[in-house]
């Protein structure tokens, strides 16, 4: 048993129900079949087997067993199996005007591993997904230069690239449980972000090409879609529309900032801005300009529409605050999850993600009883800068009620908030970065529900 | 305004240009990016900025690059009943989903969000704006929403004159004329307002045994309403 597992099985309980025929049966077929192994698989089997049903009818073939199957190339690219067709990014109807400014989400409740495939990579339009052609398009690099220069998008996968796999994530995730309870799903409380490995051009490279001037303190992206949407991005130096100087927690991001054309390997789809992105990792993902045709090299923010009336937050003291441009340390169980109910009695393996826009995740740490009490998981590799990663620890559900929690402590050492210290500083009214410990609760009955603690 | 920051930043360039010309090392540009960047050459074009004008579309928060002409609140109020009312209300109070031009008071809407009753539905450009020369970004850029992009400047300027009007925003009376020297000198209701953001706001710590000893917990459900699952998702037994 491993030493992180949490409310193991009492002491004495592997003995309850001791052999009945069939398991002595099954004994003595596992020894003869396996001499050599015999004593671990028997010990093994013996202790998982006990308390199950028998199965007694006579197996019979699959209907698959004996027929052809289809030949090669008859999905010439490949689809997922038919039974898996659940599996799909959904939206919440009432949450915007129309499907043309609005988002999706991504179904994390059934996926498995840090990579969000690409046809379920979250969706975030400002004026709906175009058809970009990759023959036509251009990248305009100009403002602060020594030399303005224009690309297409063959001189981009020409030119020195960099792969790197980074989260992407909406700062509205979560954005709908800030004044209480409400979605009682993973895929509605933290579906607005996904992670993939990216590839393309860094932005440093196409700084040192055009020459940026040094005094040039803030850059912005635009894109060629009906929104021309442009965030201003902050660099060594920079000084917000004030004069106060932007904290240097957010001035080296960019460094890590690429011009993208391929995500998980093919090129980028037209939901995530075809044929050309700008990436910006750990920021949050308005920023990261889709179908990006201009980068322009300035000495001050903009101070666009997003930034003074949307990615903005209204504080508990009457203030707007702007440029919270960071996604702090985050993390959530995704299994078990309210998507799924308990199957039982047992053994599970609690899993999840975790991730911080400021560099890896530190430390995972669990818990079942509301947060009195913390177990560390186990982070499965790779552990990267600004990237999930994945965690997971054993679990014997008794039965009992359960209160699960994930908490991420980042490389800083920021540890991720509770709801409740969130609310604090940010009051109930707020829409972005609500980055808090999420708790979900197992019933008796092996519903699982999503909770919010409201004291602690 | 924009051609003098403009012409300012050629100046600072060409001076810049001098520095590597003494220095007889074209390469030697001191630039802030990442000092280990390759060198690539023979990729990509040289591009003037008489041809890139046509894309060179921001206009600042103080005003720099605002285009020329100018409009004015009664041409917006014809546009705006004919482009903007089914979205965003005859009156800018919103429709359909779509957001308000008028929220509340920027008073009143302060003391909302101090007395935790602020919502989206309070704002709008008297009181969660920041600055005149962006509202006319913003509708030059991306509006009408099914049409983006498709106003004159003239157009702009006026639709951005007649919901300054619709809000109240004072100093824009019916007679107002919206150009790039008015446009930095109106002072939105809520620009006092405006904070940027200072770093990390929560200090929780990395407790492991007996954080809440003795506390009852208070724990909320989901609700029913929003709850979107019902039906869409398909509540499945763990496989």
Redo the contacts between chains.
């Keep these: 048993m491993s030493e992180n597992m949490i409310n193991p099985v009492p002491e004495g309980a592997n003995k309850a129900g001791v052999a009945s025929s069939d398991r002595r049966k099954f004994l003595r077929k596992s020894v003869a079949l396996a001499a050599g192994g015999a004593a671990i698989a028997a010990t093994s089997a013996a202790n998982a087997g006990d308390g199950l049903k028998t199965w007694t009818t006579p197996l019979k073939n699959e209907p698959t067993r004996h027929m052809l199957g289809r030949g090669v190339v008859s999905v010439p690219y490949g689809l997922p199996s038919k039974y898996e067709s659940g599996v799909v990014r959904r939206n919440v109807g009432w949450l915007t005007a129309d499907t043309i400014a609005s988002i999706s989400f991504t179904p994390w409740q059934d996926l498995h591993g840090i990579i969000t495939p690409n046809g379920l990579h979250f969706e975030r339009y400002h004026a709906g997904a175009v058809d970009v052609d990759p023959a036509e398009h251009r990248l305009v690099v100009h403002g602060m230069v020594k030399q303005p220069m224009i690309f297409t998008v063959e001189d981009l996968k020409r030119m020195p690239s960099h792969t790197a796999i980074h989260f992407l994530e909406c700062p509205a995730n979560g954005a709908m449980e800030w004044r209480g309870v409400q979605m009682d799903s993973l895929q509605f409380t933290h579906g607005m972000m996904s992670c993939s490995e990216w590839t393309g051009v860094k932005l440093t490279t196409l700084m040192e090409m055009v020459g940026v001037d040094p005094k040039s303190t803030w850059f912005y992206g635009e894109g060629a879609d009906g929104s021309a949407l442009q965030r201003s991005i902050p660099m060594e130096g920079a000084h917000d529309q004030h004069g106060k100087p932007i904290p240097a927690l957010y001035t080296s991001h960019y460094r890590d900032a690429m011009v993208c054309y391929a995500m998980n390997g093919e090129a980028l789809r037209p939901e995530n801005g075809y044929p050309i992105r700008l990436f910006v990792p750990g920021f949050e993902a308005n920023v990261s300009t889709k179908y990006l045709r201009r980068l322009m090299f300035v000495d001050k923010p903009l101070v666009t529409y997003q930034e003074t009336k949307h990615y903005i937050e209204v504080l508990p003291n009457g203030m707007i605050r702007q440029f919270d441009l960071v996604n702090e340390a985050n993390s959530v169980i995704t299994s078990p999850c309210p998507d799924f109910k308990m199957n039982g009695k047992g053994t599970y393996e609690i899993r999840g993600i975790a991730w911080s826009g400021y560099g890896k995740v530190k430390h995972v740490d669990v818990s079942i009883d509301g947060g009195k009490n913390w177990t560390e998981a186990k982070l499965v590799e790779p552990v990267l800068n600004k990237c999930l990663t994945k965690f997971t620890l054993p679990f014997e559900w008794d039965g009992s009620e359960n209160l699960i929690m994930s908490r991420t402590t980042d490389e800083t050492g920021y540890v991720q908030p509770t709801l409740k210290q969130l609310r604090e500083v940010r009051g109930f009214n707020s829409i972005y970065h609500k980055n808090s410990i999420q708790v979900w609760k197992i019933e008796k009955t092996g519903e699982v529900k999503n909770v919010q603690i409201e004291n602690v | 305004m924009s051609k003098s920051k403009m012409s300012n ?1 050629g100046l ?2 060409a001076a ?2 001098v520095a ?1 010309t003494l220095n007889g090392n074209a390469f030697a ?6 000092k280990s ?4 050459s023979g ?7 008489a ?2 004008k046509p ?8 005003g ?1 690059n605002l285009p020329d002409g100018k409009g004015t609140v009664t041409a917006g109020e014809k546009i705006y009943n004919a482009q903007c009312a089914m ?1 965003h209300g005859d009156f800018g109070e919103g429709a ?4 308000k031009m008028v929220g509340d008071p920027v008073d009143q ?3 909302s ?2 007395a ?5 539905s309070n ?1 709008g450009l008297n009181n ?4 005149a020369p ?2 006319m ?2 509708i030059h ?2 509006m009408p ?1 099914y049409a ?2 498709t106003l004159t400047t003239d157009e702009a300027y006026s639709v951005t004159c007649y919901v300054m009007n619709l809000a109240s925003i004072p100093g824009v009376g019916d007679d107002f004329v919206c150009d790039k020297t008015s446009l930095p000198k109106i002072v939105m209701p ?1 620009a006092k ?21 003795g ?1 009852e ?7 029913s ?5 019902v039906g ?8």
């Design positions: 930043w600072g360039l810049a240009a590597l540009f001191d630039t802030s990016a990442d960047a390759p060198k690539v990729v990509g074009m040289n591009i003037t900025d041809a890139i894309w060179n579309i921001s206009y600042f928060y103080d720099t979205c359909h989903g779509y957001p809407f302060e003391a969000a101090k935790g009753v602020d919502a989206v704002r969660n704006w920041g600055n962006t509202l970004d913003m850029r991306a929403f983006p992009g809520g307002l405006y904070v940027t953001n200072s770093g990390p706001d929560t200090d929780n710590t990395r407790c492991m045994k007996d954080c809440y000893k506390t917990f208070v724990v909320e459900k989901a609700a309403i929003g709850d979107v699952s869409k998702v398909q509540k499945k037994d763990t496989q």
